[in-house]
């Protein structure tokens, strides 16, 4: 099993930046691909950054050149680095990894975008 814990979303003013991060834990010695999904009020989850288990990183059209996806030192730790902020960025962010064939979902954190 795979279980995915995220933090950092918080209220940040249109410019700005915010960084989550997402941990997983569980017995899983390989390196899994992961990403960070986002669903606003409204609208459907959508994908905002992805990276594979070799470091692939892949971006949507709406965050490319503002987002970065990284890992972290710990196996399957992922980061999400956000910068200049826009109020469509408003959303609750999950955190999503593949293993097995199976996929599976952190609890999301919220991001608002708001001056």
């Known amino acids: 099993q795979v279980h995915l814990v995220e933090s950092g979303g918080d209220l940040v003013q249109p410019g700005g930046s915010l960084s989550l991060s997402c941990t997983s834990s569980?017995?899983?010695?390989?390196?899994?691909?992961m990403g960070w999904y986002r669903q606003a009020p409204g609208k459907q989850r959508e994908a905002v950054a992805t990276?594979?288990?070799?470091?692939?990183?892949s971006y949507s059209d709406s965050v490319r050149g503002r987002f970065t996806i990284s890992r972290g030192n710990a196996k399957n730790t992922v980061f999400l680095q956000m910068s200049s902020v826009k109020p469509e960025d408003t959303a609750v962010y999950y955190c999503?990894?593949?293993?097995?064939?199976?996929?599976?979902w952190g609890q999301g954190t919220q991001v608002t975008v708001s001056s």
């Open positions: 999503h990894a593949i293993w097995r064939a199976g996929h599976y």
């Open positions: 569980g017995s899983i010695l390989t390196i899994l691909p």
């Open positions: 990276i594979t288990s070799d470091d692939k990183t």
